[in-house]
């Protein structure tokens, strides 16, 4: 897991309500992702940012936020308007070459 | 469309024996690919990462092969303990930023004793 921490490892809510998912790195990398795994698929990009201050949608950005006010700092956001957010939730943050994971945050709506 | 297939979905073998796990992609441009292992609720792992020069790369008892005339890689993993079961995720990346990763499904590995 290197450097990257994600908290919490399990959250649950209600649906509806927005929730923040946490995720710090001391790397000291610029570039932080987050992806998201579900049962039998790849990991897709939700965002992506290369710099503080600066994001970019990835493919499936749709009832999600960002921000990178920080460069050790990437909080996502998943919004009310995510039609399927149960997921496990994967950051990362990278140096030229590789990605480093974070252990991941498992979200529950119900 | 950028895809990247992986093989088999799952395998199951004895531990102390050998096996190899395929992956063939359709990536274009073509930056370098990765392979990764991922415990079951934990994030993936970096196992090697190939470029375009590259034919085979190890680490430890894991050797990876990349043939990228066929775009095909695999991953060998040579006398097999249990703590290699896991998930092995083939990635291909087509920038150096690696902002445009494309995951394979992942081949799901289970070591019995």
């Known amino acids: 897991d290197g450097g990257i921490t994600q908290s919490p490892k399990y959250l649950f809510r209600k649906e509806g309500q927005n929730v923040t998912l946490s995720c710090e790195q001391n790397l000291n990398h610029d570039a932080m992702y987050w992806y998201r795994q579900d049962p039998g698929q790849g990991l897709r990009l939700i965002y992506y940012s290369q710099i503080v201050n600066d994001f970019q949608k990835g493919d499936i950005a749709e009832g999600y936020s960002v921000s990178r006010e920080k460069k050790e700092s990437f909080p996502l956001t998943v919004t009310s308007a995510q039609k399927n957010p149960t997921a496990f939730y994967l950051c990362?943050?990278?140096?030229?070459?590789?990605?480093?994971f974070g252990p991941g945050t498992r979200l529950t709506v119900t | 469309k950028n895809q990247v297939e992986q093989s088999p979905q799952s395998l199951i073998i004895l531990e102390g024996k050998n096996c190899t796990l395929q992956?063939?992609?359709?990536?274009?441009?073509?930056?370098?690919l990765r392979w990764y292992k991922q415990d079951t609720g934990r994030g993936p792992v970096s196992l090697t990462i190939m470029t375009f020069s590259e034919n085979t790369k190890s680490n430890g008892r894991y050797t990876a092969t990349l043939d990228a005339d066929t775009k095909q890689s695999s991953l060998h993993i040579t006398a097999s303990q249990l703590s290699d079961s896991a998930s092995y995720i083939c990635?291909?990346?087509?920038?150096?930023?690696?902002?445009?990763?494309?995951f394979g499904k992942g081949t799901t590995l289970s070591v019995s004793s």
């Open positions: 990635v291909v990346s087509a920038n150096q930023a690696g902002t445009a990763l494309i």
């Open positions: 992956c063939n992609y359709t990536v274009s441009p073509f930056s370098n």
């Open positions: 990362a943050s990278s140096s030229r070459t590789e990605q480093y």
